[in-house]
């Protein structure tokens, strides 16, 4: 069974790749078979916008005469607590999808300049749709707070102001597989990877 992870963000293709290729199992993007589709994201939950993005893209490539892949889609998000949970579920839309995290992370620290209550969180769902119609999920989350300024070039998104109290360091600042064991993405993926090799026996 060959896995087709459903994202067109490159940053979250290169750490989605490095965990599931470790595992010896088999994973490849839309880009490799030379198409593109961008599934809607309509739910209210990070788990209704996962299934979603899998069940509309193994439909996809269905009609594209691919039905034999197994597709994996994501949701994930930064909760921020004295934001009663913003920007959540609307992460990746949050001020306009075009609007460069930059500008977004900055928005958030001047947000919460005199906010006793830094804490979030990072959650991430992760669902795996197969051609027979069987669905399987998993979840990850690390707990945080906003960091006064943004730090770090490394991760993307909203990372840079992703602040881990022990280590004292943003995930931004994390090296690439330091991060992947804890993050939120790589707790799920790891959760996954471990379902669909127990499926597999």
Not at 3 to 19: C, D, Q, R
Not at 22 to 38: H, P, V
Not at 91 to 102: D, H, I, K, L, V
Not at 133 to 147: D, H, K, P, R, W
């Amino acid at each position: 069974m060959r896995y087709l992870f459903a994202t067109n963000n490159p940053g979250k293709i290169t750490e989605i790749k490095e965990i599931f290729e470790a595992s010896g199992l088999e994973l490849i993007t839309l880009s490799d078979l030379g198409l593109y589709f961008e599934a809607e994201e309509t739910g209210d939950t990070f788990e209704e916008n996962a299934m979603q993005k899998a069940v509309e893209t193994i439909e996809f490539l269905e009609d594209n005469g691919f039905d034999d892949i197994a597709v994996l889609s994501d949701d994930s998000g930064l909760c921020i607590t004295a934001l009663d949970g913003e920007p959540g579920v609307d992460s990746a839309n949050y001020m306009g999808r075009e609007t460069p995290y930059e500008i977004r992370n900055a928005h958030i620290v001047r947000q919460l300049e005199n906010a006793t209550d830094r804490s979030a969180k990072f959650v991430c769902v992760i669902c795996c749709a197969f051609p027979s119609g069987v669905m399987l999920t998993t979840v990850g989350e690390i707990i945080g707070e906003i960091a006064p300024e943004p730090r770090g070039n490394g991760g993307f998104g909203y990372d840079p102001i992703f602040f881990l109290p022990d280590k004292g360091k943003t995930t931004a600042e994390l090296a690439p597989a330091e991060k992947n064991k804890i993050s939120h993405r790589g707790q799920a993926l790891q959760s996954m990877i471990e379902a669909l090799k127990e499926r597999q026996t």
